[in-house]
């Protein structure tokens, strides 16, 4: 399950993503709506992660957005605005859910999951495929045929965030962003994303999976059956 977390407080936004990453989630941060924006016009999430009071406004607008643009996205607002009247309005404007900061992680959690279940009725939700590839997303259990890939942690989050952007050319820095987070901006090299990639790419020709993964060069790489 892919997540977008829409909060400015960057030490709880950097606890929150850390657990939901140990439960096997892909989360990834706005800090504000100009960047939550752009990257809900260019990535697909399951769940959006919302703070109501933003440092460009207010959280309520991309509510309005999400859920006019993104019909099938989820949004959980969490909020330090504790009064009935802005959970009421949160719920009726769309909101899937409304939690009140602070809250337990292992809460947020279970509220990801019940939100989930709603509209995921169907177990083959939960599978996410492309041609001989599937990865099961509540196990991440990853098969090609009947093949299981003893896949790392970060193979299989690098495998899922190609297969989600497929035929996208993502950048070296993109792809390091996603799976280490936004202190790799303070790197000056992020050639150690080679090493994950090269060793997804064996365990995938080994399994008998084909090598969608095409270098494009000087921009990065890109995911296609083409």
């Known amino acids: 399950m892919k997540i977008i977390l829409v909060e400015d407080h960057k030490e709880l936004a950097s606890n929150i993503i850390n657990f939901l990453q140990q439960e096997n989630y892909i989360c990834e941060w706005a800090p504000n709506l100009s960047q ?4 809900l016009s260019m990535f697909e999430y399951d769940c959006v992660l919302l703070d109501i009071t933003l440092p460009d406004g207010s959280g309520m607008t991309l509510l309005n957005e999400i859920k006019s643009l993104y019909i099938t996205t989820k949004v959980i607002i969490i909020s330090a605005q504790n009064s009935l009247d802005y959970k009421i309005l949160g719920l009726d404007s769309g909101a ?30 939960e599978l ?28 299989i989050n690098l495998l899922i965030y190609f297969i989600n952007n497929k035929n996208r050319v993502l950048s070296r820095q993109a792809i390091a962003i996603h799976l280490w987070g936004d202190y790799t901006y303070n790197l ?39």
């Open 36 to 39: 939550a924006r752009d990257m």
């Open 96 to 125: 899937d859910d409304y939690i009140t900061k602070p809250f337990p992680l292992p809460e947020l959690h279970s509220r990801i999951k019940a939100v989930m279940r709603r509209g995921n009725i169907d177990t083959a939700d």
């Open 128 to 155: 996410l495929v492309f041609n001989e590839i599937m990865i099961n997303m509540h196990s991440m259990e990853c098969k090609i045929g009947d093949t299981v890939i003893n896949l790392t942690k970060k193979e």
């Open 188 to 226: 000056d090299n992020v050639d150690f994303i080679y090493q994950h990639l090269k060793n997804l790419r064996r365990k995938i020709s080994e399994s008998g999976g084909n090598d969608y993964v095409k270098t494009v060069y000087g921009l990065g790489y890109k995911w296609s059956d083409s």
